[in-house]
Nanobody, 127 residues
Framework: QVQLVESGGGLVQPGGSLRLSCAASGFTLNYYAIGWFRQAPGKEREGVSFISRGTSRTSYADSVRGRFTISRDNAKGTMYLQMNSLKPEDTAVYYC????????????????????WGQGTQVTVSS
């Protein structure tokens, strides 16, 4: 059974940090480009960060560049999103996603390009 399971969300004060994890099971993460998306109440889902299958390419939304870092550990079948200097506007449900890719540099950025999704983890930034 294919699954992506996020963890690491929670409540944090502005300026704080969180690290989200997403564990893959039922498929080999090595062959997939991965991404993180988020959806705030009343807003559309937006792409946050992406990393290619070969890790040679990464991309970040302008709103998080310099504060968030995406990474992956293929041996563990896990992807991460390190979030620093968090702001109230980062409050959202965060989702991880995976897309099968034959290319090591392919970097999908649209949600409809992804094959598998996690269930989401809530991140709330508030004092």
């Amino acid at each position: 059974q294919v699954q992506l399971v996020e963890s690491g969300g929670g409540l944090v004060q502005p300026g704080g940090s969180l690290r989200l994890s997403c564990a893959a099971s039922g498929f080999t993460l090595n062959y997939y480009a991965i991404g993180w998306f988020r959806q705030a109440p009343g807003k559309e889902r937006e792409g946050v960060s992406f990393i290619s299958r070969g890790t040679s390419r990464t991309s970040y939304a302008d709103s998080v560049r310099g504060r968030f870092t995406i990474s992956r550990d293929n041996a563990k079948g896990t992807m991460y999103l390190q979030m620093n200097s968090l702001k109230p506007e980062d409050t959202a449900v965060y989702y991880c996603a995976a897309r099968l890719s034959s290319s090591t540099t392919y970097l999908p950025k649209r949600s409809d390009e992804y094959d598998y999704w996690g269930q989401g983890t809530q991140v709330t930034v508030s004092s």
